[in-house]
């Protein structure tokens, strides 16, 4: 079964860097595309960035665009969600998803695998 674990979450500072990761196991990551996603209290899950199987092709939103990065390492069968100049708007629980397919989208409901998540709190 395909089982998706993050880590690297933490209480840090605004303008302070993090890099979260995602180990996948029971699926080879280079055959689907993957995503992160975030979801702050009594809100909605969102967004944050996508990447195909090949990784030549990145979505990020616009919220996070220039200061997060994606990028996928198969060898290791896990995923990179780099965060730099944070601020306390990502404060969030933060979630790694595999998609459906090799093409990556914006939309949750192209990924039907999803980790518990990792808490990203900022403050000011």
């Known amino acids: 079964q395909v089982r998706l674990v993050e880590s690297g979450g933490a209480l840090v500072q605004a303008g302070d860097s993090l890099r979260l990761s995602c180990l996948a196991s029971?699926?080879?990551?280079?055959?689907?595309?993957m995503g992160w996603f975030r979801q702050a209290p009594q809100s909605e899950r969102e967004f944050v960035a996508s990447?195909?199987?090949?990784?030549?092709?990145?979505l990020y939103a616009d919220s996070v665009k220039g200061r997060f990065t994606i990028y996928k390492d198969n060898a290791k069968s896990t995923v990179i969600l780099q965060m730099n100049n944070l601020n306390p708007e990502d404060t969030a629980t933060y979630y790694c998803?595999?998609?459906?397919?090799?093409?990556?989208?914006?939309?949750?409901?192209?990924?039907?695998?999803w980790g518990q998540g990792t808490q990203v709190t900022v403050s000011s």
């Open positions: 998803a595999r998609g459906a397919t090799r093409w990556n989208t914006r939309d949750k409901s192209d990924y039907p695998y």
């Open positions: 029971g699926t080879t990551i280079s055959d689907y595309a």
């Open positions: 990447t195909n199987l090949f990784g030549g092709s990145k």
